[in-house]
């Protein structure tokens, strides 16, 4: 598994992680991936892990950003993810952005469509459009 987190596969595989610059020393905050699906190429599974003490700081909605992005620059249309009913934090995070949820052998799914448009009218899509417009600077060329 650490490998696979390890060796990316631009456009089917890719971590991203958040560091502080100021502080190479450190552990980073948190990190998001994607991984393409091999059935469905528009869909691909996401997952994130945020440090307890950074948690309710917008690392999460920076990495979704990120991960967004890259997704959606390589053809991907829609993230999918999986909780567990007593994660509470990712299933209120998802649900308010909109996705879908199904109950399925004792795990939610969720499934969140790459439409900014599509995204329900809450806090949360507000912050996440804004990470957006924030990490488009860095990640889409003048071209795109």
């Not at 987190?5 to 980073?28: I, K, S, V």
């Not at 994607?34 to 999460?60: L, M, N, Y």
């Not at 249309?77 to 007593?86: E, T």
């Not at 499934?111 to 996440?128: F, R």
Request: proline letters at 6%; hydrophobic letters at 40%.
């Amino acid at each position: 598994m650490l490998n696979s987190f390890l060796n990316a596969e631009p456009g089917r595989h890719e971590t991203w992680a958040a560091l502080d610059p100021d502080r190479p020393d450190e552990p980073g905050y948190g990190g998001g991936s994607f991984w393409r699906s091999k059935t469905d190429p528009d869909s691909a599974e996401i997952s994130f892990t945020v440090a307890d003490e950074c948690q309710h700081k917008g690392i999460g909605n920076l990495l979704l950003a990120v991960v967004w992005i890259r997704a959606a620059q390589c053809g991907i249309k829609k993230l999918c993810g999986y909780a567990l009913p007593d994660n509470y934090a990712v299933l209120d995070w998802f649900r308010a952005l909109g996705a879908k949820m199904t109950l399925s052998s004792g795990h939610f799914q969720f499934v969140l469509p790459l439409d900014e448009a599509g995204l329900k009218e809450s806090h949360t899509s507000a912050k996440l459009k804004a990470a957006l417009r924030e990490v488009e600077r860095f990640l889409v060329s003048p071209a795109s």
